[in-house]
Structures are given as structure tokens and as C-alpha cells.
């Protein structure tokens, strides 16, 4: 069983930056592939980033592209997704999750945490 946790969501103002955090519990973090995806009111939930298990590929969504960046620590257990230049359209809860396979597709991530909102103001 693995239990992911998020961190650092917020309030922020369009052109600023966030920081999230997942943690993760168990020893087997550095054999999943992990990834970030998120829910605005009324939509469906997107993909936004992933990383695999050793951190030397990474996927983005367009909308994001060249503005986050995904990143993992495999020793404390820890992804994170920077955030820079946000903006409105980034408002939502994001998610990060945990799969066998490094994928953009929310059906192959068996393991979620709970969300943390990000708000951006304009």
C-alpha cells in the first residue's frame, strides 16, 4: 500500500510561483513512476506532469510546458512540481498519484493522494 500525501497549494497572484510536494510512505517509492494531475470546478481531471521511477524522463502537458518543472527526491520519498508564471486557467485541486508505468493517462496511476488547491488570482 502506498499513501501520498500533497503539500503546498494555496493562494497566489497570476504571474507568481507554488511549490508542491508529494510524500509518500513505504519503501518502495523509487519503483513507482509519479505524477501530477489536476481538477478545476466542472472539468474533468487532466494530466499535468509525470516522472519516472529514476527521474531521467519527464512529460508535460502543453498548458504547462515551460513553466512547471516535475522533479522527485527518491531518498525522502518526495516529488515536487514547480510552478512558475501561473496563471487563472491553472486554478484547481491537484493530485499527485503513483503507477507501475510512466504514463499521462489517469487510469494507469493506482495509488492517489488526497489534492491540495491551488488558487491563482488575476
Known amino acids: 500500500q502506498v499513501r501520498l500525501v500533497e503539500s503546498g497549494g494555496g493562494l497566489v497572484q497570476a504571474g507568481g510561483s507554488l511549490r508542491l510536494s508529494c510524500t509518500t510512505s513505504?519503501?518502495?517509492?523509487?519503483?513507482?513512476?509519479m505524477s501530477w494531475f489536476r481538477q478545476a470546478p466542472g472539468k474533468e481531471r487532466e494530466f499535468v506532469a509525470a516522472?519516472?521511477?529514476?527521474?531521467?524522463?519527464?512529460y508535460y502537458a502543453d498548458s504547462v510546458k515551460g513553466r512547471f518543472t516535475i522533479s522527485r527526491d527518491n531518498a525522502k520519498n518526495t516529488m515536487y512540481l514547480q510552478m512558475n508564471s501561473l496563471k487563472p486557467e491553472d486554478t484547481a485541486v491537484y493530485y499527485c498519484?503513483?503507477?507501475?508505468?510512466?504514463?499521462?493517462?489517469?487510469?494507469?496511476?493506482?495509488?492517489w493522494g488526497q489534492g491540495t488547491q491551488v488558487t491563482v488570482s488575476s
Open positions: 498519484a503513483a503507477g507501475a508505468v510512466t504514463s499521462t493517462v489517469r487510469n494507469e496511476y493506482g495509488y
Open positions: 513505504g519503501r518502495t517509492f523509487n519503483t513507482y513512476a
Open positions: 516522472i519516472s521511477w529514476s527521474g531521467g524522463s519527464t
